[in-house]
């Protein structure tokens, strides 16, 4: 099985050593897409697009289009981990949709996974994909009463997201089946129990442009 011991077979050593003083390795190397592979949604006649349409890199940073749907996703599963990762709508835009994917299980255009929601005003909710092959106990009084498989994340006394155009931080912790979920230092929402506890890592395409940065990943003991 893949393991997290492959990280170093796609980190650059500049980004290594600013990650480590905290144990954190990089996903993201800053200059190439290595070590991740992509999902994109056909269109009516089932044709594909070439992914670098899609997704590119410039300035150290993720560049997604938004168009098509889609995400990219890590070719290495991982468990028990901690995840960090950056990301901004540009500042003259509207904002948009897109998500980080927990415990991705196939390689379909909707996979079985946790969806770590990043839709602008949202982010911080869950979503859980193609249940009841996901499952996850969240707080019922946060369930979307239009939809079962959404929960909103906890109300806070401020924003926890910042301006369109100024980058955001999640910090996900994901353990045997539990998740919380972190922005901007601000707990915002998590659950327990679920029947996901492994799997590959993705960022979504979903309509809008966003741009990631900053992935990381450290290992739970």
Known sequence: MRTL?????FALPSYVSAADADGFTPLFDGKTLDGWTFIVKPDKEGKKADPKTTWSVADGTIRCTGKPNGYMVTKNEFSDYVLRVKWRFPADGKGGNTGVLLHVQDEKY???????????????DIFLTNPPDAKLDVDKSRQNPKLERQFFRLETKEPVEKKLGEWNEYEITCKGGDITLVINGVKVNEGKNGNLTKGRIALQSE??????????VKKLK
């Open 5 to 9: 011991l492959c990280f170093a077979a």
């Open 110 to 124: 909707w996979p079985t996974s946790i969806e770590a929601q990043l839709l602008t005003g949202r982010a911080g």
């Open 207 to 216: 309509g809008a442009e966003v741009h990631f940065k900053d992935v990381l």
